[in-house]
């Protein structure tokens, strides 16, 4: 498993977010049953930062919390399976990794968020990333029962790691 994360902002956060996005990263990818190792990468940036990706690659000239680039489009959500017939396309030659995509976050939409919810900082961080690794996944939140499962799974992941509310 391997994830570079790049802050392009000068906020720091009290806790290490390459390894918060170590921890999720395991945990979901144990979730879903992924027998491969992967690869995830994560931009911390600000509102301007994020409404910018938004603008350019989703034509959405607005501010948004998180932002999902998958690299790996799935039939169904969570079924590894095909990735073995289009290893050009979704495996690193290099390492052998699956390449999950990537991941922005806004530093500013983490700090409104937290303070709006009444939680910590890494509460904030690591729901949003569970959110988008979910969506790496291929799994969304269109339909209202996919909203639902995609809550519960978010939620899964974050009682598992001991990230709770407060």
Known sequence: MTSYVENETDVTFPFDCKAL????????????NCPYETSV?????????????????????????VLSFPNVFFDKAGDFT????????????D????????????????REQAKEY?????????FLT??????LCGYD?????????MEKKQEDVLQRLNITRG
């Not at 996005?21 to 879903?32: P, S």
């Not at 939140?141 to 499962?149: G, K, N, P, S, T």
Request: with cysteine.
């Open 21 to 32: 996005l170590d921890r999720i990263m395991k945990q979901v990818m144990e979730m879903e």
């Open 95 to 110: 390492s052998g990794e699956l390449l999950l995509g990537d991941i922005i976050l806004s530093v500013d939409r983490i």
């Open 141 to 149: 939140h269109m339909a209202q029962e996919e909203a639902a499962l």
């Open 82 to 93: 095909f990735a073995a017939d289009h290893e050009m396309d979704c495996f690193d030659p």
């Open 41 to 65: 990468n994560l931009l911390i940036t600000d509102n301007e930062g994020i409404r910018e990706y938004n603008k350019n690659y989703r034509n959405i000239d607005k501010e948004t919390d």
């Open 118 to 126: 009444g939680h910590s900082l890494l509460r904030e961080f690591a």
């Open 130 to 135: 569970a959110h988008s690794m979910f969506h």
